[in-house]
């Protein structure tokens, strides 16, 4: 149950556009589902926004007292590489790209996402799901649309159709006549309307496909769509709570799953749809799996923590775009190497014989802040101004961080000396002073040492060894 002191949490919700006070259809469970990765590739950082950003959703639902059923998909067939039901399935590209089985790129890609998720203290969804996994459910949510009329066969595929709703477009707005007009260059000519999406594809016929299925209407294999449809409801019945994704998802994919479900249904799917704004690199460049790419594996080979990453994700809230630069990073590793210091410092002061309390103040602004949409970046604020508050007993600071930490997930239980990795170029500076002292050439070693310092770190000489730390 919900602690009652706790202020209201409030979420935007995509289909008003506004924000509203979250109410969940249940006080037992709240059901949640995010649209997953397609396994054809790493996912890249601006991929991974969105999974800290749903992460981040899921630990406020958590620390708001409410219990979540979280169900994650897996595409790993079906998603074309044009979202208008044209070209290849990015699976088989990706093994061809590679030389493996589809089947092979899929598990991949599956695990070196989940290791990245690790990594980055995502906690794991309730369920996953994938598509390749529930081919039957979905074919049966084919036939059902079918037997209430909303579907057509065409010579590629089984086609819903739009045209049969009234609120089609509803989610993102959509100007249907706008785009009437403007598909005159429409590329797949098998729809009757522009907005019309594929159910069902088959397979070519001179082609043989790597992953394909026989269905009612012909072998071939799901849209990119139904697969959330038929899973979500499988998995979290037919009306549900919260629904997220990256905001490219608004106009097409989420749509889609909407107009399919309501259509089985007659009633409203999804009470809250959230959506998260992209990443994109300086210069308004758009990250892309088909372009610029950087990945958390790019990263770790420049001696950056992951958590560093999730860190600098929380300078913007989730509806805002966060520029990527390393510049803003190295900025991001700073202060999370300030924070690592500064709670190491805390944990040696700590009195083991006292229990610390939450500190009222710095939490209620802490909980006002995340459950105000999750505004991580004010929230962050009060963690560093409590930190910065001399009037606050060292257990009690540490117990709130603890608590704090239980949303924004940076392991500050776990944040040892050694994990803050210090810059080889101090490293050098060091044993260059190291190899001074040796010598007795103290000039030397004292200026090395105001350089160091210069740069934003402190000496300590004892006995045997010297330690490095930064400055608080
Ligand atoms: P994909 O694996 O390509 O299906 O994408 C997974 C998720 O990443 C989707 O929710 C997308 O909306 C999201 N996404 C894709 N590109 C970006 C980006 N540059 N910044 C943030 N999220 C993105
Ligand atoms: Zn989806």
New binding site residues.
């Given amino acids: 149950m919900r602690n009652a002191d706790i202020p209201d949490l409030k979420l935007y919700n995509t289909m008003l556009r506004k924000i509203e006070k979250f109410i969940p259809i249940s006080n037992d469970i709240v059901g949640m589902y995010t649209?997953?990765?397609?396994?054809y590739n790493f996912?890249?950082i601006?991929?991974l926004?969105?999974?800290i950003f749903e992460d981040i959703l899921k630990r406020v639902l958590l620390i708001n007292g409410y219990n979540i059923k979280h169900v994650m998909n897996v595409?790993d067939v079906g998603?074309l590489v044009s979202d208008d039901d044209n070209g290849e399935d990015k699976m088989e590209v990706g093994a061809k790209r590679e030389n493996k089985t589809a089947f092979e790129i899929a598990d991949f890609y599956f695990e070196a996402f989940k290791k990245d998720l690790s990594r980055l203290s995502i906690i794991n969804p309730s369920i996953w799901c994938k598509a390749t996994q529930h081919i039957k459910e979905q074919i049966a949510f084919v036939e059902k649309l079918e037997s209430k009329g909303y579907t057509y066969v065409s010579n590629d595929g089984v086609y819903f159709d739009t045209s049969k709703l009234n609120n089609y477009g509803e989610l993102a707005k959509l100007d249907l006549e706008g785009l009437k007009e403007g598909a005159r260059v429409e590329s797949n000519n098998q729809k009757k309307n522009i907005t019309d999406f594929a159910l069902w594809k088959f397979s070519p016929k001179d082609v043989q496909r790597q992953m394909e299925w026989d269905s009612p209407w012909g072998k071939g294999f799901p849209g990119w769509h139904i697969e959330c449809s038929a899973m979500a409801m499988k998995y979290l019945g037919e009306q549900f709570d919260i629904h997220c994704?990256?905001?490219?998802?608004i106009p097409v994919h989420h749509t889609n799953e909407i107009a399919q479900s309501e259509s089985i249904t007659n009633k409203k799917w999804v009470n809250t749809w959230l959506h998260?704004?992209?990443?994109?690199l300086e210069g308004n460049e758009?990250?892309?799996?088909s372009g610029k790419f950087i990945t958390l594996e790019t990263l770790i080979e420049k001696n950056i923590n992951p958590l560093v990453y999730r860190y600098f994700c929380m300078n913007a809230h989730y509806r805002k775009a966060l520029i990527f630069s390393w510049e803003s990073l190295k900025a991001a590793e700073n202060a999370y190497k300030r924070l690592c210091s500064k709670v190491i410092a805390l944990k040696e002061k700590l009195n083991n014989n006292k229990h610390g309390e939450i500190n009222e103040k710095y939490y209620m602004r802490f909980l006002k802040a995340i459950n105000n949409d999750l505004n991580i970046p004010l929230s962050v604020a009060s963690l560093w101004d409590m930190i910065n508050d001399n009037e606050i007993n060292d257990n009690d600071k540490y117990k709130t961080l603890i608590e704090m930490d239980k949303v924004l997930g940076l392991n500050i239980e776990n944040m040892e000396v050694e994990k803050i990795n210090i810059d080889e170029e101090i490293i050098n500076l060091v044993e260059k002073r190291n190899i001074a002292r040796k010598n007795k050439d103290y000039a030397t070693a004292d200026l090395l040492r105001k350089e160091i310092e210069n740069k934003g770190y402190i000496l300590e000489d004892l006995k045997d060894k010297v330690n490095v730390k930064l400055k608080n």
């Fill in positions: 649209c997953g990765p397609t396994v996912a890249h601006g991929n926004r969105m999974y595409t998603h994704g990256g905001i490219d998802h998260g704004e992209f990443l994109i758009k990250m892309a799996k």
